[in-house]
């Protein structure tokens, strides 16, 4: 079954980039049978959505990030990276990695198996 | 503030039955777009717990159902234990923001 792991710096500095990786295992990315996607949750609030790549290199992502946001996949190590540019206090949040799942009978894809999720703190 | 609204808190005694709702709006839920609703219990993933308003993934006790109806969706839960206490949310896709979209979360208290 597929599994997803997080890794990364758990403190980055205001102004500065946070760079995340998504590596998937049980499961391979380029398979092309899913979207992936990170996803933030504050401390003590509620998920957003932040973007989604598939195993070409297409990307979406939240309107309200785009401007900031940048997510790439290495097929050939089978991962996914994310990289939140210009970032601040409001960005420290637990950021998780998860796989879109469909069925062609479900309108919208829904976020299954979650990574365990990586603090990430901004503070200087 | 969510795109999908969620009572922040709910609560009931072990045994009894406790719904859970999420309304949207035209561009989400009333759209057509399926809800999914996940379960967090603390210091973990989210966990999703129905997909396509209705359905239980396998393992997923059927204790849980949902539903769907206009603009609104809710999440019952019968026979309430102490494991069920955590945050649930529900999920779906917005074609105004083009966005997947949460709600923001409903923590459940057994009593």
């Known amino acids: 079954q597929v599994q997803l792991q997080e890794s990364g710096p758990g403190l980055v500095k205001p102004s500065q980039t946070l760079s995340l990786t998504c590596s998937v295992s049980?499961?391979?990315?380029?398979?092309?049978?899913?979207?992936w996607s990170w996803i933030r949750q504050p401390p003590g609030k509620g998920l957003e959505w932040i973007g989604y790549i598939y195993y070409s290199g297409s990307t979406h992502y939240n309107p309200s990030l785009k401007s900031r946001v940048s997510i790439s996949v290495d097929t050939s190590k089978n991962h996914f990276s994310l990289k939140l540019s210009s970032v601040t206090a409001a960005d420290t949040a637990v950021y998780f990695c998860?796989?879109?799942?469909?069925?062609?009978?479900?309108?919208?894809?829904?976020?299954?198996?979650w990574g365990q999720g990586i603090l990430v703190t901004v503070s200087s | 503030q969510s795109v999908l609204t969620q009572p922040p808190s709910v609560s009931g005694a072990p045994g009894q039955r406790v719904t859970i709702s999420c309304t949207g709006s035209?561009?989400?839920?009333?759209?057509?777009?399926?809800v999914h609703w996940y379960q967090q219990l603390p210091g973990t993933a989210p966990k999703v717990l129905i997909y396509?308003?209705?359905n239980g993934p396998s393992g997923v006790p059927d204790r849980f159902s949902g539903s769907k109806s206009g603009t609104s969706a809710s999440l019952a839960i019968t026979g309430l234990q102490a494991e069920d206490e955590a945050d649930y949310y529900c999920q779906s896709y917005d074609s105004s923001l083009s966005a997947w979209v949460f709600g923001g979360g409903t923590k459940l208290t057994v009593l």
């Open positions: 998860a796989r879109m799942d469909r069925k062609s009978w479900v309108s919208t894809d829904w976020f299954d198996p």
């Open positions: 035209s561009s989400n839920i009333g759209a057509g777009y399926d």
């Open positions: 049980g499961g391979t990315i380029s398979s092309g049978e899913n979207y």
């Open positions: 396509g308003n209705n």
